[in-house]
C-alpha cells in the first residue's frame, strides 16, 4: 500500500542550527502538508503546498520556516536557526487531485538542544 | 473558521465495553470531518471519514461514527473495546477544498483487562 515516508525519524539538532526535514509523499499525489505537534498538545496546521506553490500558511509559519520540492519526489521542510520551542513532531500529508484524505507520514521527532 | 474541541483528554474502558469518544466541531461551512487514530511512535491513521454523504460512518477495526449536525457533532464509537484500541485519537474538520485540517487535541483510550 502507498505510503508517505519520512526521514529521519528522530533528529536532534543545537540551537541556532538550520534542519531539513524530508517527506517523500505518495507519488500520483498533488497537494502536500506539513503538520507539527509539540509534546502533549494538538496537531497544528503549519503549511500546504501545491502547484509548486505554497497555497496557505498558518501564522506558525513565518520566515524561520520553507518548503520545497526540489524533485519530482521529495517535499521538505526547512527551519533554520531552529529555536527550543521548535521542538515538536513533524509530520508530512499529501494528497491526491480529489482531496478527500491526507495521509499521513510517521513523523520525524526533532529536539533542539 | 473551523475548530474541534474532543471532550475527555482521557478515557479508559475495559476490555469488552463500548467505546465513546466524544467531538463537537464549529464551522462556517459544512464540514468534512475525519477521526485518525495515533497508535506510540506513530504516524497519524485515517480511521473514517465524512464527507457529506450517509451521516453513519463506518471505518476500520470496527469504530464508525455519526454526523449529527443539529449537534454539532461527529463521536466515534465501537461496540466492544479491544486491548490494541488503546492508542490516542484525533477528531478533525476539514472545508470542502481540503486545503487544511484542524484537528482536536486529542483523546488517550486506555482499556484495560
Known amino acids: 500500500e502507498p505510503e508517505v515516508t519520512q526521514t529521519p525519524s528522530h533528529q536532534v539538532t543545537q540551537m541556532g542550527q538550520e534542519v531539513i526535514l524530508r517527506c517523500v509523499p505518495i507519488?500520483?499525489?498533488?497537494?502536500f502538508y506539513w503538520y507539527r505537534q509539540i509534546l502533549g498538545q494538538k496537531v497544528e496546521f503549519l503549511v500546504s503546498?501545491?502547484?509548486?506553490?505554497?497555497?496557505?500558511k498558518s501564522e506558525i509559519f513565518d520566515d524561520q520556516f520553507s518548503v520545497e520540492r526540489p524533485d519530482g519526489s521529495n517535499f521538505t521542510l526547512k527551519i533554520r536557526s531552529t529555536k527550543l520551542e521548535d521542538s515538536a513532531m513533524y509530520f508530512c500529508?499529501?494528497?491526491?487531485?480529489?482531496?478527500?484524505?491526507?495521509?499521513f507520514g510517521q513523523g520525524t521527532r526533532l529536539t533542539v538542544v | 473558521a473551523q475548530s474541534v474541541t474532543q471532550l475527555g483528554s482521557h478515557v479508559s474502558v475495559s476490555e469488552g465495553a463500548l467505546v465513546l469518544l466524544r467531538c463537537n466541531y464549529s464551522?462556517?461551512?459544512?464540514?468534512?470531518l475525519f477521526w485518525y487514530v495515533q497508535y506510540p511512535n506513530q504516524g497519524l491513521q485515517l480511521l473514517l471519514k465524512?464527507?457529506?454523504?450517509?451521516?453513519l460512518v463506518k471505518g476500520i477495526n470496527g469504530f464508525e461514527a455519526e454526523f449529527k449536525k443539529s449537534e454539532t457533532s461527529f463521536h466515534l464509537t465501537k461496540p466492544s473495546a479491544h486491548m490494541s484500541d488503546a492508542a490516542e485519537y484525533f477528531c478533525?474538520?476539514?472545508?470542502?477544498?481540503?486545503?487544511?485540517?484542524?484537528f482536536g487535541s486529542g483523546t488517550k483510550l486506555n482499556v484495560k483487562p
Open positions: 478533525a474538520v476539514s472545508t470542502y477544498n481540503f486545503n487544511k485540517f484542524y
Open positions: 500529508a499529501s494528497s491526491d487531485q480529489g482531496n478527500t484524505e491526507a495521509f
Open positions: 507519488s500520483n499525489h498533488l497537494y
Open positions: 503546498f501545491y502547484n509548486n506553490e505554497i497555497s496557505e
Open positions: 464551522s462556517s461551512v459544512p464540514p468534512y
Open positions: 465524512y464527507t457529506s454523504a450517509a451521516t
